[in-house]
């Protein structure tokens, strides 16, 4: 693997802040969310291609019986080692999951295109690989952040937007879904974290989004290995998980980026890369 010159160690962030998008639509598993490449680079026609090429195939294979998989992959040599998992929203059927990490990956290959690493969220399902081990390791990096407009402090709404948050930092599992009235909340690990590790995650991004979000509409808090989001507004979408049962009602929202806070990666969004 023969690096490329280095790039300037900045980040370069486009903003969607025009772009409202459906919050937990079934109808957009496809939706770009974020993305980022290393700045390591690989050389074309190497043995490190060839490893990421085999990984990516893994990915897109396995996600059509399993909604989380990972994957390494040693290489002749230590720097041509490469790691790489794929995760599907928990609501997900297995079809509508392959779908998404199909997309996910064939989106990533255009954005990362010759580097050494690199991870991409949509609304459905989450893709990342690195010439690093990064599995099985805690993340609490604040990757992206969407805090909407402050509807001002309404008892009802908070009070109701604050249970949510709370019953989810008290649930179990790694997809946690619920809601009270028009309040909405879901949660969701990275399946390589322990149970103990997943809950000290989601309470750290419930966390968050409670104290930097304050009495905004919606919030979504987007760490390295984790995920929380809530909305105060919209009918009910979800009935149950796919891989689990919910334990309150659900609702649904519209979305919009208001802040990007950078991750171990250097991150390009890119919204003309949403199929």
């Not at 160690?9 to 639509?25: D, E, G, K, R």
């Not at 599907?88 to 509508?96: E, I, W």
């Not at 690493?117 to 990064?134: H, I, T």
């Amino acid at each position: 693997m023969t690096p490329l010159p280095s790039q300037p160690q900045h980040l370069i962030l486009l903003f969607l802040s025009f772009s409202f998008l459906p919050f937990f639509s079934l109808s957009a598993i496809d939706t770009f969310v974020f993305g980022g490449c290393t700045q390591l680079r690989y050389s074309p026609n190497s043995a490190y291609e060839t490893n990421l090429n085999s990984l990516l195939t893994s990915l897109v294979n396995s996600a059509t019986y399993s909604s989380y998989n990972n994957y390494t992959i040693q290489g002749s040599s230590p720097q041509d080692a490469l790691f790489g998992l794929y995760q599907c929203r928990g609501d997900l059927s297995m079809p509508d999951c392959a779908t998404c990490i199909a997309r996910a990956v064939t989106q990533l290959g255009g954005l990362c295109s010759d580097t050494c690493g690199g991870a991409l969220q949509l609304e459905g399902c989450y893709v990342k690989y690195d010439n690093s081990s990064f599995l099985g390791v805690e993340d609490k990096t604040v990757v992206l952040k969407k805090c909407g407009p402050s509807v001002g402090y309404e008892e009802e709404a908070m009070g109701r937007r604050d249970a949510v948050l709370g019953a989810l930092v008290g649930a179990s599992g790694g997809y946690r879904v619920g809601g009270a009235g028009k309040v909405q909340g879901v949660a969701q690990c990275v399946g390589d974290l322990s149970g103990s590790e997943c809950q000290d995650c989601v309470g750290e991004a419930i966390g968050r989004l409670k104290s930097d979000c304050g009495t905004a509409d919606f919030g979504d808090m987007f760490l390295g290995k984790c995920y929380a989001r809530y909305n105060t507004h919209g009918p009910p979408v979800f009935s149950k998980a796919h891989h689990g049962k919910p334990f309150l009602t659900t609702t649904t929202t519209t979305t919009a980026i208001s802040l990007v806070i950078p991750f171990s990666f250097f991150f390009f969004l890119f919204f003309f890369f949403i199929l």
